[in-house]
């Protein structure tokens, strides 16, 4: 439980990643320009993170879109899996896992993929997002972890 005299006080820590600058905001800490898909993020990410691991990996990563719209859905769900490639070194078991995707023929492929790694694994259209696009959300939760171990 939270004492009342600590709601003001900043609760948690945020550590945004992108490969284009991104101004300063108060509250957050910021790495970039920095490419998740390089394998020496991960080691960058951790070495920022309290505690070394985070109860939350949350993208809408995308990349430029050429207008293809099978290439740029491969290309996208290349990048979640690229981020579901460093959960094992940053993500605490039992955390949770938000990515964007555009719908296609690969989305299935991440799915399972989430699927072994996460108990819980549901697709989400939030109300904000244009019903013309094919952006959807895959929301899983429940890390299983490096051993299957999830956290109480
Ligand atoms: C839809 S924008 C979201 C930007 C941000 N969330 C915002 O609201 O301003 C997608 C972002 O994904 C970033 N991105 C694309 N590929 C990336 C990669 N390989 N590593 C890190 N960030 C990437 C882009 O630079 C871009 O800023």
């Known amino acids: 439980m939270i004492p009342?005299?600590?709601l003001s006080s900043p609760?948690?820590?945020?550590?945004?990643?992108?490969?284009l600058h991104i101004f300063p905001l108060e509250g957050a800490t910021f790495l970039c320009p920095v490419d998740v898909t390089d394998p020496r993020t991960s080691q960058r990410i951790l070495e920022l993170l309290p505690g070394g691991r985070a109860d939350v990996i949350l993208s809408d990563m995308a990349p430029n879109a050429t207008g293809v719209r099978d290439l740029d859905h491969d290309r996208l769900?290349?990048?979640?899996?690229?981020?579901?490639g460093m959960t094992p070194d940053i993500l605490h078991?039992?955390?949770?896992?938000?990515?964007k995707t555009w719908a296609g023929s690969q989305s299935r492929q991440l799915q399972r993929r989430l699927t072994e790694e996460f108990q819980?694994?549901?697709?989400?259209?939030?109300e904000a997002s244009r019903k013309e696009s094919s952006e959807v959300y895959f929301l899983a939760t429940q890390y299983r972890g490096k051993k299957g171990a999830v956290k109480q």
């Not at 609760?11 to 990643?17: N, Q, R, W």
């Not at 290349?78 to 981020?83: G, K, N, V």
């Open 120 to 126: 819980r694994v549901r697709l989400i259209k939030p």
């Open 77 to 84: 769900i290349s990048l979640c899996l690229s981020l579901l």
């Open 4 to 6: 009342p005299g600590d």
């Open 11 to 19: 609760i948690g820590f945020v550590l945004g990643v992108d490969l």
């Open 93 to 99: 078991p039992g955390g949770t896992f938000l990515c």
